[in-house]
């Protein structure tokens, strides 16, 4: 499994960006997606998840109502929809896949076994 995160950028405060993640392989349906980031100085914390056929999502309390998961499995992509952002949002953007197909959502970074390479996103006040 390859995992490509792309649509980072910079933007101002109140802005907004969307990520998009591609899969490669033909098991990307049976799996639960999670974006998670990581600022400097500051260790990689969860920020979305959504379940392998779509109908549960999971929010971190520091994006929600700002952010939004979303997964296409016909073009094996996840997205991440980010409105309003903050200069606390600026981080690097990481996709990632959980280790056990069709399994509920959870936070944990441990259970998230491939990862992309990351896509920057900074947010000037």
């Known amino acids: 499994v390859q995992l490509q995160a792309s649509g980072g950028g910079l933007v101002q405060a109140g802005g907004s960006l969307r990520l998009s993640c591609a899969a490669s392989g033909r098991t990307f349906s049976s799996y639960t997606m999670g974006w998670f980031r990581q600022a400097p100085g500051k260790e990689r914390e969860f920020v979305a998840a959504?379940?392998?056929?779509?109908?549960?999502?999971y929010h971190a309390d520091s994006v929600k109502g700002r952010f939004t998961i979303s997964r296409d499995n016909a073009k094996n992509t996840v997205y991440l929809q980010m409105n309003s952002l903050k200069p606390e949002d600026t981080a690097v953007y990481y996709c990632a896949k959980q280790r056990k197909p069709h399994s509920p959502v959870v936070v944990v970074i441990s259970e998230y076994d491939y990862w992309g390479q990351g896509t920057q996103v900074t947010v000037s006040s």
């Open positions: 959504i379940s392998w056929g779509g109908g549960s999502t």
